[in-house]
């Protein structure tokens, strides 16, 4: 996939959201899907083991559902800084 098509693909979603704690609150259980930086590419790199789309690993897109509260905000804090000095530097 050209390198185009990916940015305008990644900046089609906001991540991270706005105000995560306030989607926390409001949407309880459901918050992760909601903060997830997911854009649908799924595809894991062989020499990083992330993924190409969103930066996540594999481990961390398949334990994604599972966060709750505080271990979310730390992890979608922890993705926007990966996404920050991948993408955006």
Not at 40 to 62: D, Y
């Amino acid at each position: 996939m050209n390198e185009k098509r990916i940015d305008k693909i990644r900046t089609h979603k906001e991540f991270p959201h706005p105000n995560p704690e306030k989607v926390i609150e409001h949407y309880g259980e459901y918050a992760a899907g909601l903060l997830s930086p997911c854009i649908g590419i799924c595809n894991f790199s062989p020499e990083t083991g992330m993924c190409c789309g969103c930066t996540r690993t594999k481990e961390e897109a398949a334990n994604w559902k599972y966060l709750k509260d505080q271990e979310l905000l730390d992890k979608v804090k922890e993705i926007e800084k990966r996404q920050n000095e991948l993408f955006r530097n």
